[in-house]
């Protein structure tokens, strides 16, 4: 095959990285939650390692580094204060930083985000029932790939432990509160989504 032919046949990956490098704007619900599934617990790889250490209620004073499977790091930090903020919110309270993170190579994220995790949490009226997960999160992202945005977030995501253990290619979330992004401010009231979840091979 020549070069030319070889340049040619190379320009539709090209194109196609150009597209996810450079994407629209957030515009519905839908495309923040999931943006913000995959920003609330960066480990999707390792079957679980990182939540498990997580759950654990291990309390590190430094930073746990999770190389993205894509790119990009992410570091989660517990200092003393937000152990004893957790802890009267009867939970962990960790930051979690992104530097160009991505999983799956379609979406990157940049920025702090803090996050209160209460496992063993009880449901309660209008949530669902198997949830034990729920995980608080305020701060800042610069969101990349197929969508490129700046968001503000305070919410609250619901899900189970296990299906974000089993990695099956999907999880179902619940989510309650409001995302700010340029194209305006989605408000969550126990909206429900089902998002991929996991590394692409």
């Given amino acids: 095959m020549s070069i030319r032919s070889r340049l040619l046949g190379a320009l539709p990956t090209a194109s196609l ?14 495309q923040g939650a999931a943006s913000m599934t995959r920003a609330s617990m960066p480990s ?17 004073q ?3 580094s999770i190389q993205g499977a894509r ?5 989660v930090s517990i200092n003393p204060v937000e152990v004893a903020v957790g802890l009267a919110g ?12 991505s999983e799956d190579g379609i979406y990157r994220l940049d920025g702090l985000l803090s996050v209160l995790a209460q496992f063993d949490y009880v ?16 701060g800042r992202l610069k969101v990349s790939g197929v969508y490129s945005d700046e968001v503000h977030a305070h919410l609250a995501l619901l ?3 296990h299906e974000l253990s089993l990695r099956e290619g999907q999880v179902d979330v619940q989510l309650n509160g409001s995302l700010e992004a340029s194209q305006g401010t989605f408000e969550f009231n126990n909206d429900t989504y089902t998002v991929a979840w996991g590394a692409k091979k």
Wanted: charged share 20%.
């Fill in 62 to 64: 430094a930073g746990i």
């Fill in 123 to 138: 449901a309660q009226d209008g949530e669902d029932p198997y949830a034990d997960l729920k995980l608080s999160l305020a």
């Fill in 71 to 75: 790119g990009g790091s992410a570091t």
């Fill in 90 to 101: 009867k939970g962990l309270m960790l930051d979690i930083e992104y530097q160009d993170y």
């Fill in 44 to 60: 999707t790889q390792a079957q679980g390692a990182a939540l498990e250490l997580l759950s654990s209620r291990v309390t590190p």
């Fill in 17 to 30: 990285f150009l597209l996810v490098a450079c994407g629209p704007p957030l515009t519905d619900k839908s």
């Fill in 159 to 161: 899900t189970r432990v």
